[in-house]
């Protein structure tokens, strides 16, 4: 009987073989059959993981998050776990739950717990708490948001990913791609960190959620990565470490072609501005791609992404919450824009915390999810739990007008605004700039505008962190018919950088039969997202070797 069923088994198997390589000569035959069998597998992936998520959902909203993050307590245990605590809840009697007031439910069906740290039986970041549970009661974000592009990467080659990606950071949106990344480990561990190239010893600035609710102006405490993995589990004690610089790093694959700065700017100057006349700031090197560690119940209040830079963030273990913010009036003019977010930034706990004149929702950044905002994106964020992430900073030809935002909000309010002030901006944007008669890609009537105009007036556009620095020197260069003002940006940036930036971004505005109040007007007249038409500049470059853009992104 088992000769017979060995003997059935063994003609099957030869008999699929026979079939497959049939089906294989007929696919070579026929492209089209190739590609709807191609079809067919990426339906059946999708169809898969739709019954998997109605499987979760009928299971109730816990086990979702359960299964989505790994090791996750249930519902019963997580309001057991101490507040911010780490490790696997120890305690899991109903009578050592906290109480429900310090613990609070997200629209995805998970519960953490609230901002906490005990003195003298109270709680120090009360006024944190009661901004998270009204965070908590914002909309999450879903596939077809008006503010959020969710992508989900399956059956998607790279190329269009990256295009996918790039149009919605173009639009001034956010784009979070589902399991993109690798996750990392169930628990945040010292070796794991080591792996990332962040050893224990490492000393960074740690920002105390305890002393800046006592209105501390400068909540940082110096110590080291070791010392806030060991106070994870201490209710006295609620700290992040921001800005660990990950300088081997660039933007997670596929998406390093997203960042002009460095693939088109650097890498295609080489040759037309040698780097031995210029110094290279260390910001450039160090703080390309950064890590944050928060121990469980951190709240970030809200900010910009500041500099000019787009930003990408990369959830390695347990769950983010991403607050993101928007207009609802695209055309508000730029001071009813500053008090929108002047309002938004300073905080006070006995208002509603989101102003008339913007909308927000709630991104649930999963481990593996790749969240990118463009620039000037307003957020806030929220880890329940010890979180690690990754965050990668990128600038792009076609989002110059929201490089352009940023810099203007950084000016106008940056202390305000951001903790953050990167240098070395400007000698970048010039060197996009210089790159840029080199470049085959898609450029576009407004980014191109802002990228002149912040290379002819960087002044306007300097961070307000600056004040009362000595100003960068300036000298004055003949052109054809006028006198202009060249801020040479100091010891890091070379006259002939300098120079050749100035001249192209005159050439462009020249070409565009823009002067300097026209060409502010163009930016001032129009929804702050707004694109614009796509320009043909092949003809402006006097340079022969100058590059015909293509169709492609």
């Not at 979760?56 to 790994?70: A, I, K, R, S, Y």
């Not at 990256?162 to 070796?191: M, S």
């Not at 960074?204 to 006592?214: K, P």
């Not at 050749?500 to 002067?515: F, N, P, V, W």
Request: glycine content about 6%; hydrophobic content about 35%.
């Amino acid at each position: 009987m088992a000769d017979d069923e060995q003997a059935i088994k063994r003609r099957k198997s030869e008999s699929n073989k026979r079939y497959y390589q049939k089906r294989k000569q007929l696919e070579l035959q026929d492209p089209k059959l190739a590609e709807a069998d191609k079809e067919r597998k990426k339906r059946n992936q999708r169809d898969k993981r739709a019954r998997d998520r109605s499987k979760v959902q009928e299971e109730g909203p816990w086990p979702m998050v359960l299964d989505l993050t790994g090791d996750v307590p249930t519902f019963d245990e997580g309001l057991a776990v101490r507040l911010h605590h780490t490790d696997s809840p120890s305690a899991k009697t109903s009578s050592e739950v906290p109480p429900t007031e310090n613990v609070v439910q997200w629209p995805n069906g998970q519960t953490t717990v609230l901002p906490t740290v005990m003195r003298d039986g109270r709680n120090v970041c009360e006024g944190d708490a009661k901004y998270v549970r009204q965070l908590a009661t914002l909309p999450l974000s879903m596939p077809g948001s008006h503010h959020v592009e969710h992508i989900d990467p399956i059956g998607v080659n790279d190329a269009d990913l990256c295009q996918r990606v790039e149009e919605t950071l173009r639009g001034g949106r956010c784009a979070v791609v589902r399991g993109a990344a690798k996750p990392g480990p169930k628990k945040l561990t010292a070796e794991y960190l080591v792996e990332r190239g962040i050893p224990p010893w490492l000393r960074t600035t740690h920002h105390d959620m305890e002393q800046r609710a006592i209105g501390k102006v400068h909540p940082c405490i110096d110590a080291t990565i070791d010392q806030l993995l060991s106070g994870a589990d201490d209710p006295k004690e609620l700290r992040c470490a921001l800005d660990i610089p990950l300088p081997a790093c660039t933007l997670p694959q596929p998406f390093q072609l997203l960042d002009h700065a460095f693939v088109c700017a650097w890498a295609h100057t080489m040759r037309i501005l040698p780097f031995h006349k210029t110094r290279i700031h260390p910001d450039l090197l160090l703080y390309r791609r950064w890590a944050n560690i928060y121990q469980g119940g951190t709240l970030t209040l809200p900010r910009h992404t500041s500099n000019g830079f787009g930003t990408s963030f990369s959830v390695v273990g347990c769950m983010n919450f991403f607050i993101v913010y928007r207009l609802k009036d695209r055309f508000l003019s730029r001071d009813q824009t500053i008090d929108q977010f002047l309002a938004l930034c300073e905080i006070d706990y006995d208002r509603p915390q989101l102003p008339d004149g913007l909308e927000a929702e709630i991104v649930d950044l999963r481990p593996g999810d790749l969240l990118f905002m463009p620039p000037g994106q307003f957020y806030a964020r929220y880890a329940g739990l010890l979180t690690y992430e990754e965050v990668g900073t990128f600038l792009r030809y076609d989002t110059m007008h929201l490089s352009e935002w940023s810099l203007f909000l950084d000016n106008s309010h940056g202390k305000t605004y951001t903790g953050q002030e990167r240098k070395g901006t400007f000698v970048t944007l010039r060197r996009m700039m210089a790159a840029l008669p080199y470049m085959p890609l898609k450029t576009y009537h407004r980014p191109t505008v802002a990228l002149a105009l912040m290379i002819l007036d960087p002044i306007s556009y300097v961070s307000q962190q600056r004040d009362g620095e000595t100003p960068p020197p300036s000298s004055k260069t003949k052109t054809i018919d006028k006198t202009i003002e060249v801020v040479s940006g100091g010891e890091f940036d070379s006259n002939d950088c300098v120079d050749s930036a100035m001249k192209i971004a005159r050439r462009l505005l020249l070409h565009l039969e823009l002067d300097d109040t026209e060409a502010v007007g163009v930016l001032d007249d129009s929804a702050w997202d707004a694109v614009g038409d796509q320009l043909h500049l092949e003809k402006v470059w006097d340079n022969s070797n100058a590059i015909e853009s293509d169709d492609g992104p």
